[in-house]
């Protein structure tokens, strides 16, 4: 199993941990040159969102993750996809979550690269960790450093470099799947929500064609009791999103094909959309502005050309062909063919490169993708 090592000194100094700047008004702290002294989990989650403020996001991009020719993250890029976000009136981010590949990286990766996104941009915007996992213990564990980023690293850090750290911020709220593959019974599902529900806010990830496992309404009612449930991304339609909507529950499609009348007709807050990496203010006119059957057929064509493929790999493919990021992939996802990104560019075409993060569109040959084995 893999585990949380601690976070070394090039990581913090990388994610620009010890800036001055502070988050949400909260006065900056320091902490005395003393290992044993370190922050709680209720004094971390004092600075992240409330569960309401989390409630009221609309639009969450689960964003790309990007890679260097090394296959290490490229944080450059990513700066850039995240700042696009924000410009663009994305009111969160998922990091590291399907689309980002968490299933693909260490868990220093996972939990570095949502330290590095609250810690730079928390102010503008919601960051939603993917802390879950098969495993509870590995949940419970990412979950408690997704949300206090590594306390005791960081003070174990200051106290061998001498000096004052600013109050670490985490994220905002966890993303949370149930068990897959090693499926567990109705009682065990809960008990492992309930392990991980405890460390802040958490949005509950239903996506049964992922986990061949659905999570009933019954456990989700029972689940929505908890004072740290945000709500639900929910695959399993419309239908359903209204059955909870109509009960007072918050959700967010998770099918941008669907997330128009999720919004307009069955009640859904908003959705965690992956088209919103191409097409960010889009998407958020989309789901902000009002009922617009025009700008969701408009769209319709883009998100299904990068569902063609089981995702993430649409996605990677088109920002690479945006020169947004290196046409570098970890296996096992493999670029799309010619023909498809073929396709691809004529719908960018089509809805205006200007609406997308590139400035180009990058007519790109097999022989210009690398895939990766080894990381």
């Known amino acids: 199993m893999p585990t949380l090592a601690k976070i070394s000194a090039a990581q913090v100094v990388n994610a620009h941990f010890f800036s001055r700047s502070t988050r949400r008004g909260v006065k900056q702290a320091s902490i005395a040159s003393n290992a044993s002294k370190t922050w709680t989990n209720a004094s971390m989650m004092q ?36 700042e696009n976000q924000i410009e663009c009136g994305v009111g969160g981010l998922v990091v590291g979550g399907t689309t980002g590949e968490g299933q693909l990286m260490s868990w220093d990766e996972h939990i570095m690269l949502i330290a590095h996104t609250a810690k730079l941009y928390g102010d503008k915007l919601q960051v939603i960790g993917n802390t ?39 994220m905002d709220a966890a ?11 109705k009682k065990g599902i809960i ?50 999103i209204k059955y909870y909507t ?49 700008l969701r057929d408009r769209l319709l064509p883009m998100m299904s050309w990068l569902f063609t493929e089981p995702n993430p790999i649409g996605l990677n493919t088109m920002l690479a062909m945006l020169d947004c990021a290196e046409p570098v992939f970890r296996l096992p996802y493999i670029q799309y063919d010619e023909e498809l990104r073929a396709q691809g560019a004529a719908l960018i075409r089509g ?3 200007e609406h997308t993060p590139g400035s180009k569109l990058l007519d790109l040959r097999n022989s210009d993708f690398t895939t990766l084995s080894e990381w």
């Open 47 to 82: 600075m992240t969102a409330t569960v309401e403020e989390i409630q009221k996001t609309r639009l969450i991009t689960a964003i790309k993750t990007p890679y260097l020719a090394s296959g290490k993250i490229d944080l450059a890029a990513y700066d850039k996809l995240v």
């Open 132 to 170: 879950g996992s098969n495993s509870t213990r590995e949940a419970v564990h990412a979950s408690s450093q997704g949300f206090a980023v590594g306390e005791k690293e960081i003070a174990l850090l200051c106290s061998f470099f001498s000096f004052g750290c600013p109050y670490i911020q985490g």
């Open 175 to 185: 993303l949370h799947i149930n068990p897959y593959y090693g499926k567990t019974s």
């Open 191 to 240: 008990a492992h929500f309930n392990a991980v529900l405890k460390y802040g806010p958490t949005i509950v990830y239903n996506v049964p064609a992922r986990t061949s496992q659905d999570i009933s309404p019954e456990i989700m009612l029972e689940l929505a009791e908890h004072k740290n449930f945000a709500g639900i991304k929910e695959c399993e339609g419309n239908a359903r």
């Open 246 to 294: 109509d009960q007072g529950i918050v959700c967010w499609s998770g099918n941008d094909d669907e997330a128009h009348d999720a919004r307009y007709e069955a009640g859904a807050v908003g959705v965690i959309s992956v088209t919103s990496n191409i097409v960010p203010r889009l998407m958020s006119q989309l789901i902000n502005d009002g009922p617009n059957p025009e």
């Open 351 to 353: 809805i205006g490169l």
